[in-house]
């Protein structure tokens, strides 16, 4: 694409139409005004939240509904450090995010005289959470630029990039600007590796894959694998799905003690995807997870391969390429399973879901309850029980519909925005979103903007009136809770003041009736009376 005659900020606008971009979450300003120059002429769908962090969380629920980067616009200062949380949630669950910033004049910068949205270091201190930031200076260099940012946060471990532009640069003529998407190569493993893990799998018995949220775009793939191998799949939470309705699938926490044994009574494990976090494999925080000293890992990332247990086999590569060019490696071609796979996916999935114990248990079978009333439903959590319930067990039914807050950096106030994010992104999903009354106060005004872009969202509210998992761990510390009980509102009148169809609900039958009634967007308080 060649952008000529027009300003930087409109030639930004049309490149991202070429790079695919349908929708651009974002509050204008002063300092950013000159990027929606060219916005209304465009095919960019524009969602204005109430807070840029609000942008940022349905950015975040946009790319992980649609696989495709979320694209935020923000103003100088308050607008950027309002979005860095999200940016951190995105570079914890490996979320592409494109920010795009303005900064003070360029005559200004390092000055410290004081003027609006003014920050010491502007860039220094977005790079603590981005992948990548820079400061676009020169007009010409707007398409290699922009194109660099789709490279890094696409190309190898997902995560969130940012560009600032300084206010007067938005202004000056793009003069001759081009841009296009570069070109991705899978990166593949050496032959070596792939020989080495065909030996190591043709050598085991009882295989066992645990998948992370890096094996969610290669679902097929991680089935094909799974079945040649005649190996269970354990899912972490971002991975919930990947083999939905398969009898190797095990949807269940490493968390938990009976999945534990499951990894450490295989001869093998294959870790695809994860980086073998303690939230989602040690959640509870004991110690105890240990893999078999055999086990391979296969990562997009070189760097989170050094860390943690040492593999017997580290292979950097693209998920689905390896597993591609792994089956057809002779050893795995000729390989014969006689196993028990199935038999020992039940037992965990049995074993576990006991495991969770009450009131888990019957948590879980609520969203079961959920999927049954809207099957294609997308769901997305907050910090809340019903979502810590689901994160030891749940079973979902696709790739991508399940994933929530709750894990890596751990926000509130995340499911509300991610959700509408979600909702617009793969149209034809209806959306869930699972929130606690703590956790949403902190983005209660996203329902206005649930209304204003008519988002396919039922918002569920899960009221224990406060922080009930807080001051149960206060409690069990021998502290006595302090701040764990803040008021609410009411929230149905809150959500009927934007104008959103609302109900109160208080038993499995009554929530599943609301959903199956209530025109979306709408809000449903269930009062937990345990």
């Known amino acids: 694409m060649e952008v000529t005659s027009q300003t930087v900020g ?22 950013t005004i000159e990027l929606y120059r060219g916005l209304a002429a465009s095919t960019i769908r524009h969602v204005t939240p109430r807070h840029e962090q609000g942008a940022g969380f349905m950015a975040d629920g946009y790319a992980r509904a649609t696989g495709r980067p979320g694209v935020c616009f923000v103003i100088t200062g308050p607008g950027l450090t309002n979005v860095l949380t999200a940016m951190a949630q995105a570079r914890a669950d490996s979320v592409p995010m494109l920010v795009i910033s303005g900064v003070n004049a360029t005559s200004t910068l390092g000055k410290g005289r004081g003027h609006l949205h003014e920050l010491p270091d502007q860039a220094a201190l977005i790079r603590t959470v981005a992948l990548w930031s820079h ?4 007009p010409a260099e707007l398409g290699s630029v922009l194109a660099r940012a789709f490279s890094v946060m696409t190309e190898g471990r997902p995560g969130p990039v940012h560009i600032e532009i300084p206010t007067d640069v938005m202004k000056l003529p793009a003069a001759t600007a081009t841009f296009e998407l570069p070109a991705a190569t899978p990166l593949a493993a050496s032959a070596d590796n792939l020989a080495r893990a065909a030996e190591l799998i043709a050598g085991s018995k009882m295989p066992v894959v645990l998948a992370g949220g890096g094996a969610a775009r290669h679902a097929e793939a991680v089935r094909r694998l799974a079945d040649a191998l005649d190996a269970p799949v354990v899912s972490t939470t971002n991975a919930r799905g990947i083999l939905a309705g398969h009898p190797l699938d095990v949807p269940a926490s490493p968390s938990l003690g009976c999945i534990r044994d499951l990894l450490r009574g295989s001869d093998l494990v294959l870790a695809l995807g994860t980086e073998l976090g303690p ?11 240990v893999l078999p000293d055999t086990f391979i890992r296969v990562d997009i990332d070189k760097d989170q391969l050094a860390r943690g247990q040492r593999a017997a086999l580290a292979v950097q590569a693209d998920l689905g390429t390896f597993i591609r060019d792994l089956m057809d490696v002779d050893a795995m071609r000729s390989l014969k399973r006689s196993g028990d796979g199935a038999g020992r996916a039940a037992a965990a999935r049995t074993g576990a879901l006991m495991e969770t114990g009450e009131p888990y248990v019957g948590m879980i079978a609520l969203l079961e309850e959920i999927w049954k009333v809207l099957p294609d439903a997308t769901v997305v959590g907050d910090s809340t029980q019903l979502v810590y319930a689901g994160n030891m067990y749940v079973e979902a039914p696709r790739p991508s ?3 929530n807050s709750a894990t890596g950096f751990g926000t509130l106030g995340y499911a509300a925005p991610a959700a509408i994010g979600a909702a617009l992104g793969a149209p034809g999903h209806p959306v869930v979103a699972l929130l606690g009354d ?4 902190f983005t209660l005004a996203e329902l206005g903007s649930a209304r204003d872009c008519n988002a396919d969202v039922a918002f569920v509210v899960w009221n224990n009136s406060g922080y009930l998992e807080i001051e149960t761990s206060m409690v069990s510390a021998g502290i006595t809770p302090v701040g764990v009980t803040p008021s609410a509102p009411d929230f149905a009148m809150v959500a009927e003041a934007y104008g959103l169809p ?29």
């Open 10 to 31: 409109e030639a930004l606008v049309g490149m991202l139409e070429a790079a695919g971009v349908d929708t651009v979450f974002g509050i204008p300003g002063v300092h």
């Open 135 to 138: 400061t676009l200076k020169e």
């Open 279 to 289: 939230t989602d494999v040690d959640m509870y925080e004991n110690g105890d997870f």
């Open 401 to 403: 519909s399940w994933f």
């Open 438 to 441: 703590g956790g949403l106060q």
């Open 502 to 530: 609302a109900r109160k609900v208080s038993s499995a039958a009554e929530l599943t009736s609301a959903l199956a009634s209530l025109p979306r967007p709408c809000l449903i308080e269930f009062i937990d009376r345990a």
